[in-house]
């Protein structure tokens, strides 16, 4: 069975400086790996996945996650945090199809990203 | 374009009674999640529908909760009788066809329904 690991209930950063909400993941062969946010009252907003290719995945906002497989780590990163961008955060990972299974998608348990100006 | 709606937004209830949940996905969606997020965890699915037909239900309580979506568009949740350990935000989401291999389609999530049960 899939699982993820935010082990960070809380982050707090500085507007302005950079900000890594980190993931892991454990899952049989290889992983589908997301990042979606949450906005107070809202459903989640998409920003950003890693199907295969390039390691660093650029996504919505200015957000990146960079994969790991070695260390299984889907770390989601950004340059210069906004105030704005105070919001929970969900990594999610789905196994890529190999003919049986369900293929959902399993998401961490949340990660609080608070900005501070 | 519209995203995926839901209602009601707040439904308070007392164990032991029932309630219904309404999703109406994008248009052309074909398919539409249903998952339960309790306070301080992510969401959790509970079924799967591709057009009008179940892809996995494995973590539906069955004998409490049910979902349909008979014209394969709009979806019911129901809940009945309702737990106190059933209050949680009910999310729904939708997306493109189902695609298990070579890709993935993005799934868009309405703004869910939250759940008291005093």
């Known amino acids: 069975a899939q699982s993820v690991a935010q082990p960070e209930d809380q982050v707090n950063v500085a507007e302005g400086n950079p900000l890594t909400v980190k993931c892991t993941y454990s899952v049989s062969g290889n992983p589908y790996l997301f990042w979606y946010v949450q906005y107070p009252n809202r459903g989640l907003q998409f920003l950003l996945k890693y199907i295969t290719g390039d390691n660093l995945v650029k996504g919505s906002y200015g957000f990146e996650a960079e994969f790991n497989k070695s260390q299984t780590s889907f770390h989601l990163k950004k340059p210069s945090a906004l105030v704005s961008d105070s919001a929970l955060y969900f990594c999610a990972v789905r196994p890529l199809y190999s003919g049986a299974g369900s293929y959902q998608l399993t998401f961490g348990k949340g990660t609080k990203l608070s900005v501070i100006p | 374009e519209a995203g995926v709606a839901q209602s009601p937004r707040y439904k308070i209830i007392e164990k032991r009674q029932s309630v219904a949940f309404w999703c109406n996905p994008i248009?052309?969606?074909?398919?539409l999640y249903w998952y339960q997020q309790i306070l301080g965890q992510g969401p959790k699915l509970l079924i799967q529908?591709?057009?009008?037909?179940?892809?996995?239900d494995s973590q539906l309580p069955k004998d409490r909760f049910s979902a349909e979506r008979l014209k394969g568009v709009d979806s019911t949740l129901k809940i009945q009788p309702a737990k106190l350990e059933d209050s949680a935000v009910y999310l729904c989401a939708s997306s493109l066809v189902l695609r298990l291999a070579g890709g993935y389609n993005e799934q868009f999530f309405g703004p869910g329904t939250r759940l008291t049960v005093l």
């Open positions: 248009s052309g969606h074909a398919t």
């Open positions: 529908f591709q057009n009008n037909g179940v892809v996995d």
